[in-house]
């Protein structure tokens, strides 16, 4: 497994340890460590019934984030040693995103966006809402959108070949490739060249990931490091 959520282990003892007594938290490791069945990440001590309280808790998000971290991280070895960097998305469990994102970065991937305030991304839905996906009026979708938010990065989604260039005339900071088979890509990318970052998303799988690291793709993005991730086996064992 893949280390994530040791620094929350402290916090949850702390809120239970207020009213029950406290408890020390020493970790083995840190995050992002790669741990082998049977060893141990850390010890408790102190009062007996905070330990008790808190265990379930502490188990539940250990479990979860670890899960998500080792998931993360099966995928950055299956696309191996390639400069294109493994993107998560926004499919989070509501409430919960920074956590899980945080997660995803413990595995070796890199966050995407954090909420929809810190890029301006152009999808399929939002263009076919404006009717500019294609020519004259996906070029001034995406002019007026660098208009109004100078201080942003643009992202537009394209599934067909033909809405490249337009994309790339509007000065496109990255153009996520959606849908697009190997050959597609290939394509893609060489129309783009160095004009805007390249993004494959859809259809990703971690089988697919060793022939997408050799297209020259800058990001892949996948939300399955997190919606696929299964928790992992973590006990508390008393000694």
């Known amino acids: 497994m893949t280390v994530a959520g040791l620094p929350i282990v402290a916090m949850i003892l702390d809120y239970y340890g207020k009213s029950l007594g406290s408890v020390t938290f020493r970790p083995a490791v840190t995050d992002a460590a790669t741990l082998k069945p049977g060893e ?3 010890e408790l001590s102190g009062a007996k019934a ?5 265990e379930r808790v502490i188990l539940n998000f250990l479990q979860h984030l670890t899960g998500i ?6 995928y950055t070895v299956a696309l191996g040693d390639t400069t294109t960097r493994l993107l998560d998305t926004r499919k989070t469990t509501p409430g919960y995103r920074m956590l899980e994102k945080y997660a995803v970065a413990c595995g070796g991937g890199w966050n995407h966006r954090l909420g929809l305030y810190d890029r301006i991304m152009l999808k399929d839905n939002h263009l076919a809402a404006e009717q500019a996906n294609k020519g004259e009026r996906l070029a001034a979708a995406v002019s007026t959108a660098r208009a109004k938010r100078p ?6 989604e394209v599934d067909d070949l033909t ?3 337009p994309v790339l005339d509007a000065g496109a900071d990255v153009i996520m490739l959606d849908n697009f088979t190997n050959d597609q890509l290939t394509v893609a990318i060489s129309l783009i060249g160095d004009k805007s970052l390249t993004e ?6 971690i089988e697919r990931l060793p022939s997408l690291a050799t297209l020259g793709l800058d990001f892949i993005s996948t939300g399955a490091t997190i919606h696929q991730a299964a928790w992992v086996d973590i006990g508390l064992d008393w000694q």
Do not use: K
Request: hydrophobic residues 40%; proline residues 3%; contains cysteine.
């Open 40 to 42: 141990c990440l850390g």
């Open 50 to 54: 905070t330990i008790l309280t808190a």
């Open 69 to 74: 971290a080792t998931e993360t991280h099966r």
């Open 151 to 156: 201080d942003l990065g643009i992202e537009v």
């Open 163 to 165: 809405q490249i260039p």
């Open 200 to 205: 494959a998303s859809g259809g990703i799988t």
